[in-house]
């Protein structure tokens, strides 16, 4: 998988699909994101760079509530590389 802005936004449609809202915003977060759970809000430091945007939602995505069916073909192909790659590294 190629770390560039296409990517990025295929990772970020995958959230947007499933109701999630993403912004990017500058704070203390010790993890580079921070999640608001009842609003379905997740926000990402905004001083990351591309690949460590990209890197923060593939540890991500697996830990939400994301809804298969609601996805479009190619988001769900990339949801299922996401998580085969989160039990890879588990």
């Keep these: 998988m190629k770390y560039n802005q296409a990517t990025l936004d295929k990772l970020g449609a995958i959230l947007g699909e499933s109701d999630y809202t ?52 190619n988001s769900q192909k990339l949801y299922d590389e996401v998580m085969a790659k989160s039990l890879v590294h588990a």
Aim: proline share 2%; net charge neutral; with cysteine.
């Design 22 to 73: 993403v912004r990017y915003e500058r704070g203390s977060f010790q993890s580079g994101w921070c999640l608001l759970e009842a609003r379905k809000m997740v926000v990402l430091n905004k001083f990351l760079d591309t690949e460590g945007r990209i890197n923060t939602l593939f540890e991500l995505i697996p830990q939400l509530d994301i809804s298969f069916d609601k996805l479009t073909h």
